[in-house]
């Protein structure tokens, strides 16, 4: 069965440092997304990708965050300065139709640490 | 703006018992509501969705959730707990008339007791 796989499973990394986060959406899909969950908080929504552009973003998403589809297969999150309140677990997400009823299929995420 | 909360970040349940998890959206236009599961070390997994029609969904693993609009809950029940149910809960809401972001509830932790 088809799964969406992240790497690495967890990263450790020094404030100010930069971290990519990576993943492998399901190969037939269209529409990926970014998730985060602080320890103890929500799961909360970053950012949606289609067609290689954004297509949505939330407050949190900002200047340092970015994201890219380099090649055919991998979906990458880029933080550019992390700081302590970037630790968290971070999922990626995709679907086959931008419906919202169209089912997000999650990776196991990525747990990033800031020292 | 939409939201949605869950009732209790941890539920313990007997094996054999009524698993029932809470979940109560906030939402100005009509939602759609699903629940997902997550054991450890792996992804969140979708349990079931309601879009349109039939009120009364049912899922994967025997669950089963009632979209009730008047109380505007999504509760999610299995008759009969098992062990290998225990694991994180999330409910979450997405607008129709917007693309396929998840606003989540904070989880509820379901552990069963044999």
Same mark, same amino acid.
């Given at each position: 069965? !088809?799964?969406?796989? #992240?790497?690495?499973?967890? #990263?450790? &990394? /020094?404030?100010?440092?930069?971290?990519?986060?990576?993943?492998?959406?399901?190969?037939?899909?269209?529409?990926?997304?970014?998730?985060?969950?602080?320890?103890? /908080?929500?799961?909360?929504?970053?950012?949606?990708?289609?067609?290689?552009?954004?297509?949505?973003? +939330?407050?949190?998403? =900002? =200047?340092?965050?970015?994201?890219?589809? !380099?090649?055919?297969?991998?979906?990458?999150?880029?933080?550019?300065?992390?700081?302590?309140? =970037? +630790? %968290?677990?971070?999922?990626?997400?995709?679907?086959?139709?931008?419906? &919202?009823?169209?089912? /997000?299929?999650?990776?196991?995420?990525?747990?990033?640490?800031?020292? | 703006?939409?939201?949605?909360?869950?009732?209790?970040?941890?539920?313990?349940?007997?094996?054999?018992?009524?698993?029932?998890?809470?979940?109560?959206?906030?939402?100005?236009? !009509? !939602?759609?509501?699903?629940?997902?599961?997550?054991?450890?070390? /792996?992804?969140?997994?979708?349990?079931?969705?309601?879009? &349109?029609?039939?009120?009364?969904?049912?899922?994967?693993?025997?669950?089963? %959730?009632?979209?009730?609009?008047?109380?505007?809950?999504?509760?999610?029940?299995?008759?009969?707990?098992?062990?290998? =149910? %225990?694991?994180?809960?999330?409910?979450?809401?997405?607008? %129709? &008339? #917007?693309?396929?972001?998840?606003?989540?509830g904070q989880g509820t932790e379901l552990s069963v007791k044999p």
């Amino acid at each position: 069965e !088809p799964e969406v796989t #992240q790497t690495p499973s967890h #990263q450790v &990394t /020094q404030m100010g440092q930069e971290v990519i986060l990576r993943c492998v959406p399901i190969s037939n899909h269209l529409y990926f997304y970014w998730y985060r969950q602080i320890l103890g /908080q929500k799961v909360e929504f970053l950012v949606s990708f289609y067609n290689n552009e954004i297509s949505e973003k +939330s407050e949190i998403f =900002d =200047d340092q965050f970015s994201v890219e589809r !380099p090649d055919g297969s991998n979906f990458t999150l880029k933080i550019r300065s992390t700081k302590l309140e =970037d +630790s %968290a677990m971070y999922f990626c997400a995709s679907s086959r139709r931008l419906e &919202t009823a169209s089912e /997000q299929f999650f990776g196991p995420g990525t747990r990033l640490t800031v020292l | 703006a939409q939201s949605v909360t869950q009732l209790g970040s941890h539920v313990s349940v007997s094996e054999g018992a009524l698993v029932l998890l809470r979940c109560n959206y906030s939402s100005s236009v !009509p !939602p759609y509501l699903f629940w997902y599961v997550q054991y450890p070390n /792996q992804g969140l997994q979708l349990l079931l969705k309601y879009t &349109t029609g039939a009120t009364l969904v049912k899922g994967i693993n025997g669950f089963e %959730a009632e979209f009730k609009k008047s109380e505007t809950s999504f509760h999610l029940t299995k008759p009969s707990a098992h062990m290998s =149910d %225990a694991a994180e809960y999330f409910c979450a809401v997405s607008r %129709a &008339t #917007q693309g396929g972001k998840l606003i989540f509830g904070q989880g509820t932790e379901l552990s069963v007791k044999p």
